[in-house]
């Protein structure tokens, strides 16, 4: 089993920062496919951004390219997503979520990843 606890959510005010975390424990992958996606309320989940084991190209969603970024600690088994320049509209529920590798056609494929965190929750107020 795989294990993933997201951390570093809350209130914040339009153009501050916040950066979330994805600690990740148990099973490991040796190849493996590590998204970020957020729901907002009677909304679909979607793709904000992810990444495949092999460090290739990390893929973000037009809505947050240019200011979020995504990175990892491998030593920490520990993903972050940096939030620059938040908007009211990136308020949601912020998961993290893995798998094994999905390779670059379905990274953004929400339903193709087994294992999730239970989420943290982001509010950006304007």
Same mark, same amino acid.
């Not at 975390?21 to 493996?32: D, I, K, L, N, P």
């Not at 997503?81 to 056609?105: F, H, I, W």
């Given at each position: 089993?795989?294990?993933?606890? *997201?951390?570093? @959510? &809350?209130?914040?005010?339009? !153009? #501050? +920062? ?5 600690? %990740?424990? =148990? /099973? ?17 989940? *979607?793709?904000? @951004? &992810?990444?495949?084991?092999? !460090? #290739? +190209? ?5 809505? %947050?390219? =240019? /200011? ?59």
């Amino acid at each position: 089993q795989v294990q993933l606890v *997201e951390s570093g @959510g &809350g209130l914040v005010q339009a !153009g #501050g +920062s916040l950066r979330l975390s994805c600690a %990740v424990s =148990g /099973r490991t992958f040796s190849t493996y496919t590590m998204g970020w996606f957020r729901q907002a309320p009677g909304k679909d989940r *979607e793709f904000v @951004g &992810g990444f495949n084991w092999s !460090g #290739g +190209s990390t893929y973000y969603a037009d809505s %947050v390219k =240019g /200011r979020f970024t995504i990175s990892r600690d491998n030593a920490k088994n520990t993903v972050y997503l940096q939030m620059n320049s938040l908007k009211p509209e990136d308020t949601a529920v912020y998961y993290c979520a893995v798998d094994s590798d999905l390779g670059d056609r379905l990274i953004a494929a929400v339903y193709e990843y087994e294992y999730w965190g239970q989420g943290t929750q982001v509010t950006v107020s304007s």
